[in-house]
Nanobody, 113 residues
């Protein structure tokens, strides 16, 4: 199983980005899929997770600004990030849980003030 993340980049505070995570197998087969991030000098933290039933769970720091979704026709999970803040700067990783956890490579998001 492979997860391919993309969509990171440099954006000004208040701007938006959409991250994509393409899976090498049917996205509906995962128990859940999600996004994590790791800022310099900090531990990796959960950003948002989407269960197979469709419910989304978000970190308090991103509630109301980020939206996780999936497109089963493309086997892709998205993270729409709006109203970005400098503290959102991090490497973002997608994650999928099947028999074990699978991780995509990170994509860097840099938010300038």
């Amino acid at each position: 199983v492979q997860l391919q993340a993309s969509g990171g980049g440099l954006v000004q505070a208040g701007g938006s980005l959409r991250l994509s995570c393409a899976a090498s197998r049917n996205i509906l087969s995962f128990y859940d899929v999600g996004w994590y991030r790791q800022a310099p000098g900090k531990q990796r933290e959960l950003v948002a997770v989407l269960s197979a039933g469709g419910g989304g769970t978000y970190a308090d720091s991103v509630k109301g600004r980020f939206t996780i979704s999936k497109d089963y026709t493309k086997d892709t999970v998205y993270l729409q990030m709006n109203s970005l803040k400098p503290e959102d700067t991090a490497v973002y990783y997608c994650n999928g849980r099947l028999d074990r956890e699978y991780w995509g490579q990170g994509t860097l998001v840099t938010v300038s003030s």
